[in-house]
């Protein structure tokens, strides 16, 4: 986690998730939003934001169909983070309007949310 260690992006998105112990995921029916990397190639992005309004505000346009839903933060620690990596996929972590933010291993979050405050 060292390279997380000091975002401050990355450590909004912990600090908030820890005391609202939820995550939000954007939903359109069954489907999950999912986009490719700009960091990696052929890498897989989920977006997570830790409140809902911001996840709210990026469905627009190519996403309005999309809506915000909380994942308590029990199952996605337990449950989708395990998933998430060994499906290979990054965990997009409150990203801005313009799609900016953390590509961050899902162990790198388990870490994160599992260590003491």
């Not at 960091?39 to 977006?47: G, I, K, L």
């Amino acid at each position: 986690m060292a390279e997380y260690a000091h975002d401050p992006v990355f450590q909004g998105f912990i600090a908030e998730a820890r005391s609202e112990a939820q995550v939000w995921v954007l939903t359109h029916g069954e489907d999950l939003l999912v986009v490719e990397s700009v960091e990696f190639e052929d890498t897989d992005v989920m977006p997570f934001w830790s409140n809902e309004a911001a996840a709210q505000a990026h469905c627009s346009e190519e996403w309005a169909e999309y809506k915000p839903e909380a994942i308590p933060l029990d199952i996605f620690c337990d449950g989708w983070l395990k998933e998430m990596y060994d499906d290979g996929v990054l965990i997009g972590t409150n990203w801005d309007s313009e799609l900016n933010g953390p590509e961050v291993e899902p162990r790198e979050i388990l870490e994160a949310l599992s260590q003491l405050q």
